[in-house]
T-cell receptor, first 116, second 115 residues
Framework: GAGVSQTPSNKVTEKGKYVELRCDPISGHTALYWYRQSLGQGPEFLIYFQGTGAADDSGLPNDRFFAVRPEGSVSTLKIQRTERGDSAVYLC??????????????FGPGTRLLVL | AQKVTQAQTEISVVEKEDVTLDCVYETRDTTYYLFWYKQPPSGELVFLIRRNSFDEQNEISGRYSWNFQKSTSSFNFTITASQVVDSAVYFCALSGGGGSEKLVFGKGTKLTVNP
């Protein structure tokens, strides 16, 4: 079946602009995760959804970052007033239930964000 | 706090050599899970293995094997008879208990297998 998909694959924006990054998880997966990967680093956790609700948003760096998952499927990561330091690859992952079992997370191809 | 250390930043080998990628972790959880992911040049993270803290048996899957030692907090990954297609960045990751579903990743080891 289809894996995790993310759009756009690349996004170039100017400092101060607003961007939205979309993630479509594996069909039927109720848990969805966002990570950010800077060049030469491992992915860093941002936020985790269980269904429609954010179960853990401890990784969001500041209030410019926000994510939603209104119907428990597709999720959108929103970044306001982008800064050059936001440039990174934003990765989305999903797992079947995400309920206290540390299930395997399956990753999408990522969105490469460049803030000029 | 949880932490994963991959001390080897880059490794270069010649095809058919065996290579071991090191991973050392820190956690206060008694129940935790360890993972290895492969990130080829295309960028997508590919799941390789998941191991829970109660299972210290080594695992072999084809040319890949994993050695989990709780006494040294290590979860090392060995590729036997490496191939050019094994060239990628490999990440070790840790997920704790207590309802924390997030993965904590190491910085990765870039493996280059030369023909």
């Amino acid at each position: 079946g289809a894996g995790v998909s993310q759009t756009p694959s690349n996004k170039v924006t100017e400092k101060g602009k607003y961007v939205e990054l979309r993630c479509d998880p594996i069909s039927g997966h109720t848990a969805l995760y966002w990570y950010r990967q800077s060049l030469g680093q491992g992915p860093e956790f941002l936020i985790y959804f269980q269904g429609t609700g954010a179960a853990d948003d401890s990784g969001l760096p500041n209030d410019r970052f926000f994510a939603v998952r209104p119907e428990g499927s597709v999720s959108t990561l929103k970044i306001q007033r982008t800064e050059r330091g936001d440039s990174a690859v934003y990765l989305c992952a999903s797992s079947p239930t995400g309920t206290f079992t540390q299930e395997t997370q399956y990753f999408g191809p990522g969105t490469r964000l460049l803030v000029l | 706090a949880q932490k994963v250390t991959q001390a080897q930043t880059e490794i270069s080998v010649v095809e058919k050599e065996d290579v071991t990628l090191d991973c050392v972790y820190e956690t206060r959880d008694t129940t935790y899970y360890l993972f290895w992911y492969k990130q080829p040049p295309s960028g997508e993270l590919v799941f390789l293995i998941r191991r829970n803290s109660f299972d210290e048996q080594n695992e072999i899957s084809g040319r890949y094997s994993w050695n989990f030692q709780k006494s040294t907090s290590s979860f090392n990954f060995t590729i036997t008879a490496s191939q050019v297609v094994d060239s990628a960045v490999y990440f070790c990751a840790l997920s704790g208990g207590g309802g924390s579903e997030k993965l904590v990743f190491g910085k990765g080891t870039k493996l280059t297998v030369n023909p």
